[in-house]
């Protein structure tokens, strides 16, 4: 059975910062390219970030770019968000994904297992 677990979300103000962890198990983690995404009330789910299986390929949002990190550890069967510079807008429950596919790609519809998503609420 696969679990996605997210953990780290919780509230801060704008500016500041949080890393949320995902740890996996169930699924070849070494093989699965691992997704971040985030929901916000009202609105569709969004892409955050991607990292490929080896860690060597990043892809990220544009709105996202030079302000959140994704990083795995392949020994551990984690994948982490490390989210600088947070802005209210920011505010949403993030989703960690995994794929099988090697591709890093945005689509929600290209990933086949999600957890169950961690609340980040930034604050102005």
């Known amino acids: 059975q696969v679990q996605l677990v997210e953990s780290g979300g919780g509230s801060v103000q704008a500016g500041g910062s949080l890393t949320l962890s995902c740890a996996a198990s169930?699924?070849?983690?070494?093989?699965?390219?691992m997704g971040w995404f985030r929901q916000a009330p009202g609105k569709e789910r969004e892409f955050v970030a991607a990292?490929?299986?080896?860690?060597?390929?990043?892809y990220y949002a544009d709105s996202m770019k030079g302000r959140f990190t994704i990083s795995r550890d392949n020994a551990k069967n984690t994948v982490s968000l490390q989210m600088n510079s947070l802005k209210p807008e920011d505010t949403a429950v993030y989703y960690c994904a995994a794929r099988l596919g090697r591709q890093t790609v945005p689509m929600p519809t290209a990933y086949e297992n999600w957890g169950q998503g961690t609340q980040v609420t930034v604050s102005s």
């Open positions: 169930g699924l070849p983690f070494i093989t699965s390219t």
């Open positions: 990292i490929s299986w080896s860690g060597g390929t990043t």
